[in-house]
């Protein structure tokens, strides 16, 4: 049991620690704080669902490095973001800005739950009033004539 549990932690371990290498790592510990702060809201172009920080694909790595060029130059977080947007598209930040171009994208999940729920609501509606209904006593009495006649 022991080794199973030591075999996990070692698999979990990388995954842990994040991909940003110590080379990387900028010696004012406030300014190293804000750019990995950043670098969790931009998205690796390469894994798609992780920030740069956690990917250890190379153009994260690239990313990750101009990002923090661009702090030591003095930059905002603001400006770091618009010049990376302005590179490598709304695609680079994890969470898009509702523009036009991203309504489906902010929206469309949404809608489509909309609709679902709309379509199994109809469905049941229509099911409902399909389903038959006891005969009223008027109706009782013209089934049995019609199979007296049928028996005649």
């Known amino acids: ?32 704080a804000r750019a990995r702060a950043l670098g969790e809201t931009l998205r690796c172009l390469v894994c798609q669902n992780e920030s740069i920080e956690q ?12 990002l923090r060029q661009r ?4 930059d905002s977080n603001a400006e770091v973001r618009r010049y ?3 590179r490598y598209g709304d695609f680079v930040l ?10 489906l994208l902010w929206f469309g999940p949404g809608a ?5 729920g709309a379509g199994v609501g109809w469905h049941w509606k229509r099911r409902r009033k399909a389903e ?9 009495e013209r089934v ?3 199979l007296r006649d049928t028996e005649a």
């Open 1 to 32: 049991m022991m080794r199973v549990l030591l075999l996990l932690a070692m698999l979990l371990a990388p995954s842990l620690a994040g991909a940003v290498e110590p080379g990387e790592q900028l010696a004012n510990p406030a300014l190293e």
């Open 84 to 86: 990376l947007v302005a």
């Open 71 to 74: 702090l030591l130059a003095g």
């Open 55 to 66: 990917s250890d694909a190379p153009l994260a790595h690239d990313i990750r490095v101009l």
């Open 94 to 103: 994890l969470k898009p800005p509702v523009m036009r171009d991203t309504l």
């Open 112 to 116: 489509v739950l909309l609709l679902a």
């Open 132 to 140: 038959p209904q006891a005969l009223t006593a008027e109706e009782r």
């Open 144 to 146: 049995a004539r019609l």
